[in-house]
């Protein structure tokens, strides 16, 4: 499986923006479809964002359509998560994930590597 750095993390204040990259450690992960994932504390994992393997679909989550935007670079093997008017709601580890075996990750996608995590903050 490829290995997955997410980074870019950070504390911010609520309207502030973050920017999240994840870096695949192998070529053909510009082949693979991404996807993104955030855990709070005492809470489920839950979906975020996606983006497919050949970059030409998206897929949010309803709460963060419009501030959030996911894309690639394939020619860098990375995936970016760009964070806008961030609220507290929002504050929690993020995760990237990816799979070969989907054309498209969804909410019940079970994508078989995982980044690292990276922790975003947002005050009020």
């Known amino acids: 499986q490829v290995q997955l750095v997410d980074s870019g993390g950070g504390l911010v204040q609520a309207g502030g923006s973050l920017r999240l990259s994840c870096a695949g450690s192998?070529?053909?992960?510009?082949?693979?479809?991404v996807g993104w994932f955030r855990q709070a504390p005492g809470k489920e994992r839950e979906f975020v964002a996606a983006?497919?393997?050949?970059?030409?679909?998206?897929y949010y989550k309803d709460s963060v359509k419009g501030r959030f935007t996911v894309s690639r670079d394939n020619a860098k093997n990375t995936v970016s998560l760009q964070m806008n008017s961030l609220n507290p709601e929002d504050t929690a580890v993020y995760y990237c994930?990816?799979?070969?075996?989907?054309?498209?990750?969804?909410?019940?996608?079970?994508?078989?590597?995982w980044g690292q995590g990276t922790q975003v903050t947002v005050s009020s």
């Open positions: 994930a990816a799979d070969p075996s989907y054309n498209q990750i969804t909410t019940t996608s079970r994508p078989r590597s």
């Open positions: 983006i497919s393997w050949s970059g030409g679909h998206t």
């Open positions: 192998e070529r053909t992960f510009s082949t693979y479809a």
